[in-house]
């Protein structure tokens, strides 16, 4: 009796996790999964199976899946090639021992982290407003550039919303960066200086190979959340992604299919196009940048 | 095995005593989408407990537009987790609910309107927004007649009076003055609704009442057509969006607005310092004799099934929807026209508005009221609506005609309908 109860008890400590795991995860995971070969609309109607008809509308049939699609990669290239570099240079100079009042400026760059997406969507809305906005009045006016139609004119939504995409995110990768610098030992520099490296070449050929691991880490990261871009553009255009759905992401359409619409069975092959389409972009970038080689 | 006992024990009467725990108030949910309908229906909840049930208390919560529906939505879906007892649902997301084809979520009033003689009291047009297959599921708040709203100091300065306009020829010609003078002004701008409050002016609609989707009509081409000449011409314009819209109308940009009853409301609550300085009259015709106002908007009050005070939420809607004193308090605070029509009538809803100049708006709408058109529900309003606000932008702009534009969306619903047929 006491032996067979200690053989459960670990398991009975440890079961919390996996009954919430279970409950929340697994099960909406393989239910939709099934109900993607289904076609589900409305509150009461029974789920008909159309096998891969729901993946067939997307993929042939529905353009605005394919924007959609469009322009979350539009978001992902401009975060990954202005966001990251970006972030790199902020955390080389954060690195400075010169810097002066460098925990200020950290804890400066962190804060736009903590903050709600809906308020900063709010916020941002308001800076990029075309007649009364920060932005126009303030930055281009004096440059004498004519007001932006930031937020109405289809081919400014993507680049608003990268602008507030790096004021958010450039701030916290800078931090993932810096950590990354502290851990190279100072000695590797030194020793590449003693050989006559300009500081060009000790970063390009000692500091860059050596932060491989966080740049995997934060590209990952970044394309993950790329693709999961939601609060930010929905708060700044609509749910619909505004002027000709210039600002409409992946998730946003998934959630105005399944949540406003109520198909749930395509919303459902939505999200999985999505799974597939991270899983895939994320292990290319893996596999370019070789953060699986062991050395 | 005895701790386990002692343990069982105390959770066996901690569930006794929560069963038999006496419910002591009745506290129901209700979500509202603007604030002039959460201020009317908090103070009807007061009175209610007042003179009808004192363990009565309403919460009402304050959600914005989008989430309301969307979450109403979800929990309705999810068997009515997290569901209030009462909601607020507006006409043009209602469709969503009907998508599908299956029952909505919300307790049918046919019986319960019936019974209470209140049917034949309420305005069927109306009442038509929020009836599927025949049962009803929603009571409307207001009758909705679009009127022009403008600004009787520059109108009036500039030597017109909009109340003497048949026409919009009138209202154009007078506008071509206006911004001769003037040519930051817009006399009349483009909001989002306009296109389709006009439409249905002209008797016409984005759907039919067969359900058929109806935007690429001739009508409406044409209609699109000729406001966006207007525009072209700097008498018509595209105003700013969100709360820069309200910094327009402060800063004088914007002089006119077409829209419904709720309308002065929304002027009241969003541009209190212009108060004074608005008057509103009927909307000019499209020709001589024509009808001179449109509807706009509209939300219906809905039970929802889930709820286990259904008897209460009703006698409270009762109360409040279904009264001549719950109509014309209504109308005191929001400028809601009543769509209930034994509180046409009262002469409450006659007092000088000193926002509106003194006006007697209850009069304007009166006179109005009973030329508003029919407007229909179809499951698929609220994904029109959807595709038709993405694409604005480009028909406000000229980047592409408003055939072109109609034609697509038309063609993508109808699509979608056979899709899910």
Redesign the interface.
């Known amino acids: 009796m006491f032996g067979r109860g200690r053989k459960i008890a670990p398991y009975l400590f440890i079961s919390p996790f996996f009954i919430g795991y279970a409950i929340f995860f697994l099960y909406p995971v393989i239910q939709s999964l099934q109900l993607s070969f289904y076609?589900?609309?409305?509150?009461?109607?029974a789920p008909r199976f159309i096998g891969f008809d729901n993946y067939v509308?997307l993929v042939t049939?529905d353009d605005l899946f394919i924007k959609a699609l469009t322009n979350t990669t539009y978001y992902a290239l401009g975060s990954i090639l202005i966001i990251v570099p970006l972030a790199l240079l902020l955390a080389l100079i954060l690195h400075s021992p010169k810097l002066r009042l460098r925990e200020f400026f950290r804890f400066l760059y962190f804060t736009p982290n903590i903050t709600a997406g809906v308020v900063v969507g709010i916020i941002f809305?308001?800076v990029f407003?075309?007649?009364?906005?920060l932005i126009n009045n303030l930055l281009l006016a004096p440059l004498g550039i004519d007001n932006v139609r930031w937020?109405?004119?289809?081919r400014w939504v993507m680049p608003a919303v990268i602008l507030l995409g790096a004021w958010k995110w450039t701030g916290i990768n800078a931090i993932y960066f810096m950590v990354g610098l502290q851990n190279i030992p100072p000695e590797l520099k030194e020793a590449a200086r003693v050989d006559g490296a300009t500081r060009w070449q000790v970063f390009w050929h000692v500091t860059l190979p050596l932060l491989r691991p966080i740049l995997a880490f934060v590209l990952t990261i970044a394309i993950i959340g790329s693709y999961n871009l939601f609060a930010e553009p929905a708060i700044l255009v609509?749910?619909?992604?505004?002027?000709?759905?210039a600002g409409?992401t992946m998730t946003m359409y998934l959630?105005?299919r399944g949540?406003?619409?109520?198909?749930m069975g395509y919303a459902s092959a939505i999200g999985y196009s999505l799974a597939v389409i991270i899983l895939v972009l994320s292990v290319v970038q893996l596999v370019l940048i070789r953060a699986f080689r062991e050395d | 095995m005895k701790k386990l006992n002692v343990v069982l024990v105390l959770l066996a009467s901690l569930m006794l005593f929560s069963a038999v725990a006496p419910v002591a108030a009745q506290e129901l949910e209700l979500w509202a989408f603007v604030n002039t309908h959460a201020r009317w229906f908090r103070e009807q909840a007061e009175r209610y407990a007042d003179e009808v049930n004192p363990d009565f208390s309403l919460n009402v919560i304050e959600i914005a537009y989008?989430d309301l529906?969307?979450r109403l939505?979800?929990s309705?879906?999810s068997g009515g987790v997290g569901a209030p007892d009462i909601a607020d649902v507006e006409q043009g997301r209602f469709g969503?609910?009907?998508?599908?084809?299956?029952?909505?979520?919300f307790i049918e009033l046919n019986a319960f309107l019936d019974q209470g003689g209140h049917t034949e009291n309420l305005v069927a047009a109306r009442q038509a927004l929020y009836t599927s297959m025949g049962s009803v599921y929603g009571i409307e708040h207001a009758l909705t007649p679009v009127v022009l709203y403008y600004r009787a100091d520059v109108w009036e300065g500039a030597g017109f009076d909009p109340q003497e306009f048949v026409t919009w020829d009138d209202f154009v010609e007078a506008g071509r003055a206006i911004v001769a003078e003037n040519p930051d002004v817009i006399p009349l701008h483009i909001h989002g609704g306009l296109h389709e409050l006009l439409l249905r002016q002209q008797g016409h609609d984005y759907f039919n009442a067969d359900g058929d989707v109806t935007i690429d009509s001739a009508e409406s081409i044409a209609l699109m057509d000729w406001l966006l000449a207007l525009k072209d011409e700097g008498v018509a314009g595209d105003p700013?969006?969100?709360?820069?819209l309200w910094?327009?109308f402060k800063d004088g940009t914007l002089i006119s607005m077409v829209g419904a009853d709720w309308y002065g409301g929304f002027f009241k609550d969003n541009a209190p310092e212009l108060s004074g300085k608005w008057k509103a009259a009927p909307l000019p015709a499209f020709e001589e004799g024509g009808r001179r106002t449109s509807v706009w908007g509209g939300t219906g009050a809905m039970v929802v099934k889930t709820s286990d005070h259904v008897e209460e939420a009703l006698s409270f809607l009762e109360f409040s929807m279904l009264s001549i004193e719950g109509n014309v308090r209504r109308f005191e605070l929001t400028t809601l026209w009543p769509p209930y029509i034994p509180a046409m009538a009262n002469e409450r809803l006659h007092a000088a508005d000193e926002y509106f100049s003194g006006q007697d708006l209850g009069a304007l709408f009166a006179d109005v009221g009973p030329e508003a058109p029919p407007q229909w529900q179809s499951?698929f309003r609220?994904?029109l609506n959807?595709?038709r606000?993405?694409?604005?932008?480009?028909v406000i702009?000229g980047n592409r005609s408003p055939e072109e534009v109609f034609t697509e969306i038309a063609d993508t619903i109808r699509?979608e309908m056979e899709?899910?047929s």
């Not at chain 1, 949540?259 to 198909?263: A, G, M, P, Q, T």
């Not at chain 2, 606000?389 to 480009?394: F, K, N, R």
């Open positions: 076609r589900q609309v409305g509150l009461n109607k509308r049939k809305g308001l407003e075309e007649q009364y906005g937020l109405r004119e289809a609509g749910l619909e992604g505004g002027p000709n759905n409409m959630y105005t949540f406003r619409e109520l198909k | 989008g529906h969307d939505l979800i309705i879906q969503s609910f009907l998508r599908g084809g299956g029952d909505p979520g700013p969006a969100g709360d820069a910094a327009a499951p609220s994904q959807g595709l606000v993405a694409a604005w932008q480009d702009d699509d899709f899910e």
